[in-house]
């Protein structure tokens, strides 16, 4: 959830006892010997709603109560239980465990999460460490600089519960670090401000506080918080969410309100939005930005930053929903805002504040053959990432001479966190490829791009692995593109296992990259194909609509029809394909399934939203009917029906071999959407196919520790080859 999915957060407000009378294991059938009895059954209670005239009955609507009853905790805790005890007796674990030691967990993560004007703000994750620690770094080099630790910090009270630095930003003077912290991947950030000289450490809010930006001077921060009395699991649980200023010099009580949702010109947005005011130092001007759901800012806002800080800002509109903005910069008095709502692919204008008023735009960077996919202010210029098909490209627009022009790269391959500083020539930023480990790179105002060296190289081979690209023809004659990874001895002979992975929704690109964990997948002789379906922003923004709400089925039929291409080209057979989709991916793998439950041997479903129909009355729906809509509109409603994961299945009807997987803390999609997809598959249990639901306590939405992230891959790659070897 997911530009660059490795290292972007965004500012969203967010993808035990015994058991109970009601939740029981019992035997129907002789089991294989690698199977336990039956798993645990959850008790129906049928709901119906009669919604446009249709009747929609709901067996499993118990389990979607808040706070969570002991019911559903006991629930979780036998399917959890059931799960480990299959998948502990899976054959081959221990050759794919060595294979993930020896790709994964030998690999260093690191990302640059900020540049300063003396040093490089960065996050890494070495092979001995579990989870990613806040480093700096003088911009020549030298020795660098712990500075936070959040390993150090998990003693007592925090129920032994990973602690993950999720995000930080640095004062304008070097003096003062802003990070947000949260436990066991439950996305409740606390925010704190340390003092670096001194080491004191002030907790700002507990209110899943994210910082925003620094005063110019220093003197105080803009954060995100949620209201007081904000109730977890309610569905308004992130309404009138607004931006506070703290001043260095007052305690967090004294903090002022800054801007609100309803602050400005009505441009439409509403109490479920996000505002988020930005500033840097190279501007006088402040930039209100509204979030719709956390993602792209939807609505925007100038005032001079000395009237916002007096009270009477007087905003002036700069963009507004229709404009598809995704990035916004202020420099001196002009605005540049990255824009898909008029070119596809993106373009970038220019306002002038000081007539932000009389809503003149002048286009600076024009829609290229490429989509425009971020923007990054340094001294120089505008630094743009471009995807070149399924490969990326760095340019930069020069201030001074108004010409785009490309950065040289030293190798082809995903380009990703370009991070700049207005008061620097220049950007920072990560390189790599599906079977090159990252790097890191600087280029300076020559636009030849070197590497740091800040990033340790792989202390492993990757030359036997491959990666074909290609598109794949769709049913009704799109061009779907792919990525195959494979070895280099794999033959076309259809006895591979092979996975599809594949997202499609938001606007959001695929952008895999390397990762160590799939390089022990195709160790073990398996091929991993990246889908870049519709839904997705691959090819620009029709090509995100074209998978969007009643054509989201275009999103899981290009999975079905790449599946179908798989097999015909010898890359795999029916009996050894599997499919593998997250968070919103999960309305892909499941209706995936349902629709074709003939063509999958395997289905990943991971944190996934399988019930669409109740999604946007969960603490993180609001805002998500733009993309999959609302049942309030009758249109919409049937579209959400269709892509209802939870609602196709079938009784008597075999399905592939499943494994759906939830983090217990997850606020994003809670556990109740997998588990009621997991209470209803399992009614058509087989033991050759079966359904089980992983359960991570100490995870939400995302692995928290190294040590979980190689657990669950562990568990997916055992799992898919146990049900597709042979």
């Not at 490969?391 to 990703?416: I, M, S």
């Not at 076309?492 to 296992?497: E, I, R, V």
């Amino acid at each position: 959830m997911i530009s660059r999915r490795r290292f972007a957060l965004s500012l969203s407000a967010f993808a035990l006892s015994p058991l109970s009378a009601h939740v029981h294991a019992a035997v129907r059938k002789t089991p294989t010997p690698l199977l336990p009895p039956l798993p645990p059954l959850a008790r129906e209670e049928a709901v119906t709603d009669n919604l446009w005239g249709k009747n929609i009955v709901d067996p499993y609507r118990w389990m979607e109560q808040k706070p969570d009853t002991a019911e559903f905790t006991n629930y979780l805790k036998a399917q959890g239980g059931f799960a480990r005890q299959v998948l502990d007796k899976l054959p081959g674990r221990r050759a794919i465990e060595a294979s993930l030691q020896r790709f994964s967990a030998a690999t260093t993560t690191l990302a640059i999460r900020q540049v300063t004007t003396t040093q490089l703000i960065f996050a890494r994750r070495s092979p001995d460490q579990q989870v990613l620690k806040i480093y700096a770094i003088a911009h020549a080099g030298g020795a660098e600089r712990l500075l936070i630790d959040p390993e150090a910090g998990n003693k007592g009270g925090q129920g032994g519960q990973p602690r993950r630095v999720t995000e930080v930003l640095m004062s304008p003077d070097n003096k003062h670090l802003a990070y947000a912290i949260d436990k066991g991947g439950d996305e409740m950030h606390e925010l704190h401000v340390l003092t670096l000289d001194s080491g004191k450490d002030v907790l700002i809010t507990r209110l899943n506080g994210m910082p925003a930006s620094w005063l110019p001077d220093s003197s105080g921060l803009f954060y995100a918080r949620l209201r007081d009395g904000a109730v977890k699991g309610k569905v308004d649980f992130s309404f009138d969410t607004a931006t506070w200023l703290h001043k260095m010099d007052k305690d967090p009580a004294q903090d002022t309100l800054a801007f609100r949702w309803s602050d400005g010109p009505a441009m439409g947005q509403t109490e479920r939005e996000m505002p988020v005011v930005h500033v840097n130092t190279a501007s006088d001007w402040a930039l209100g930005a509204i979030y719709s759901n956390g993602e792209w800012p939807a609505y925007g806002m100038v005032a001079r930053l000395n009237d916002l800080l007096a009270g009477k800002p007087g905003w002036a509109e700069v963009f507004r929903k229709d404009d598809i903005a995704t990035h916004a910069l202020t420099v001196g008095d002009d605005v540049y805002v990255l824009a898909k709502g008029k070119s596809e692919r993106g373009e970038v204008f220019k306002v002038s504040l000081r007539e932000a008023d009389k809503g003149k735009r002048v286009v600076v960077v024009p829609q290229g053959d490429y989509v425009i996919d971020s923007l990054s202010l340094a001294k120089d210029g505008l630094y743009i990432h471009e995807l070149r098909g399924q490969v990326g490209a760095l340019r930069r627009y020069g201030f001074a001479t108004g010409k785009v022009e490309d950065v040289k790269l030293p190798l082809t391959g995903a380009v990703w966190n370009i991070q700049c500083h207005p008061a620097i020539e220049g950007a920072w930023f990560g390189m790599d490829d599906l079977t090159w480990s990252a790097r890191t790179l600087q280029t300076g105002p020559n636009l030849v791009a070197k590497d740091t060296g800040l990033t340790p190289k792989a202390a492993f081979d990757t030359s036997s692995f491959l990666t074909t690209r290609q598109d794949i023809k769709a049913r009704d004659g799109t061009a779907v593109p792919v990525e195959i990874l494979h070895k280099n001895n794999t033959k076309l002979n259809g006895k591979n296992p092979l996975l599809i992975i594949a997202y499609g929704a938001y606007g959001i690109i695929l952008d895999p990259g390397f990762q160590g964990s799939m390089l022990a997948f195709l160790d073990q002789g398996g091929v991993i194909v990246y889908a870049h379906v519709r839904g997705g922003g691959e090819k620009g923004e029709t090509w995100h609509t074209a998978g969007q709400k009643a054509s989201k089925p275009n999103t899981w039929r290009d999975v079905i029809d790449v599946a179908e291409a798989m097999i015909k080209d010898g890359w795999t057979a029916r009996g050894k394909l599997a499919v593998w989709g997250t968070s919103a991916g999960g309305i892909m793998v499941g209706r995936a399934i349902t629709e074709r439950p003939d063509l999958f041997a395997v289905a990943i479903g991971e944190v996934g939203v399988f019930n669409t129909l109740r999604f946007e009355l969960t603490s993180n729906g609001p805002g998500n009917d733009e993309e999959f809509g609302t049942v309030k509109k009758e249109d919409e409603f049937r579209a959400l029906l269709e892509m209802d994961a939870y609602h196709h299945v079938k009784p008597e009807t075999s399905y592939p071999a499943t494994l759906l997987m939830t983090g217990a803390n997850d606020l994003r999609v809670e556990p109740w959407q997998i588990a009621k997809m997991a209470a209803r598959m399992q009614k058509n249990y087989d033991p050759k196919r079966p359904v089980l639901m992983r359960v991570d306590y100490d995870s939400g939405h995302y692995s928290t520790t190294k040590k979980s992230g190689i657990a669950k891959h562990l568990d997916m790659f055992s799992f898919i080859l146990g049900h597709t070897r042979g």
